[in-house]
Antibody, heavy 118, light 109 residues
Framework: QVQLVESGGGVVQPGRSLRLSCAAS????????MTWVRQGPGKGLEWVAL????????YYADSVKGRFAISRDNSKNTLYLEMNSLTTEDTAVYYC???????????WGQGTLVSVSS | SYVLTQSPSVSVAPGQTASISCGGD??????VHWYQQKPGQAPVLVVY???DWPSGIPERFSGSNSGDAATLTISRVEAGDEADYYC????????????FGGGTKLTVL
C-alpha cells in the first residue's frame, strides 16, 4: 500500500532554516506530482507547494514564496521542503501528499510538526 | 487569489442527511475536491472532481457543483462521520493555485 512518511520537523528559532523530507513507497514516485500542505495549531489546511513528477514545474503559496523551496529526488523516492527565514506563523504540522489529476491529493502522510519559537 | 468559503459548523442527527457547502466565484467551472479530517489524523480524500469517490469511500458521500457553490452531501449520517470537512480546488489561472476552504466542523448530535 502507499506510504508517505515525513521527517525533519522539530523546534527551531525564528529566522532559522529547516528541511523536511517525505519518503514514499508503494507508488510510482517518479510519475507522481507531490505536494506539501500545512495545518497551524487549531487552524485549517493550508496548501504550501507542489512539484511536478519530473521536478521541472513548481508552485508555491504566496505566504511561503521566496522562503521555501520544494524539491525531489526520484532516485530516492523522496520529497523535500527547504524552509528558510522561518517565523512563528510557520508553526504547523506539515503533511506531504500525492497530487493526482489537476490536482487533488489522494494519499497523505501522517505529518511532521514544525514549531518556530525563541 | 481564489477564495473558498465554508460555514464553520453543521449539526445533524444520526440517520439524517448533512449538507456542507463551499462557496466560490463561479466555482461551477472548477473541479472541487473534499477531504475529511478527524482529530489527530491526516486528511482523507472523500470526493474528487465534484462527485467521484475514491476507492473505499462509501457512496453515502456525494458531491455536486454548480454556479457559485459546491456541496458535499452525507446521507444516513453516522457517529463516525463527525469530523472537519474541507473543500479544495486547483486554480490553474493563479500563480498560487492550491486553495482550501476554511473547513466545516460536522457534529453528529
Amino acid at each position: 500500500q502507499v506510504q508517505l512518511v515525513e521527517s525533519g520537523g522539530g523546534v527551531v528559532q525564528p529566522g532559522r532554516s529547516l528541511r523536511l523530507s517525505c519518503a514514499a513507497s508503494g507508488l510510482t514516485f517518479g510519475s507522481s506530482a507531490m505536494t506539501w500542505v500545512r495545518q497551524g495549531p487549531g487552524k485549517g489546511l493550508e496548501w504550501v507547494a507542489l512539484i511536478s513528477n519530473d521536478g521541472t514545474i513548481k508552485y508555491y503559496a504566496d505566504s511561503v514564496k521566496g522562503r521555501f523551496a520544494i524539491s525531489r529526488d526520484n532516485s530516492k523516492n523522496t520529497l523535500y521542503l527547504e524552509m528558510n527565514s522561518l517565523t512563528t506563523e510557520d508553526t504547523a504540522v506539515y503533511y506531504c501528499a500525492r497530487g493526482t489529476g489537476w490536482y487533488y491529493f489522494d494519499f497523505w502522510g501522517q505529518g511532521t510538526l514544525v514549531s518556530v519559537s525563541s | 487569489s481564489y477564495v473558498l468559503t465554508q460555514s464553520p459548523s453543521v449539526s445533524v442527527a444520526p440517520g439524517q442527511t448533512a449538507s456542507i457547502s463551499c462557496g466560490g466565484d463561479n466555482i461551477g467551472t472548477k473541479s472541487v475536491h473534499w477531504y475529511q479530517q478527524k482529530p489527530g489524523q491526516a486528511p482523507v480524500l472523500v470526493v474528487y472532481d465534484d462527485s467521484d469517490w475514491p476507492s473505499g469511500i462509501p457512496e453515502r458521500f456525494s458531491g455536486s457543483n454548480s454556479g457559485d457553490a459546491a456541496t458535499l452531501t452525507i446521507s444516513r449520517v453516522e457517529a463516525g462521520d463527525e469530523a472537519d470537512y474541507y473543500c479544495q480546488v486547483w486554480d490553474n489561472k493563479s500563480d498560487h493555485p492550491g486553495v482550501f476552504g476554511g473547513g466545516t466542523k460536522l457534529t453528529v448530535l
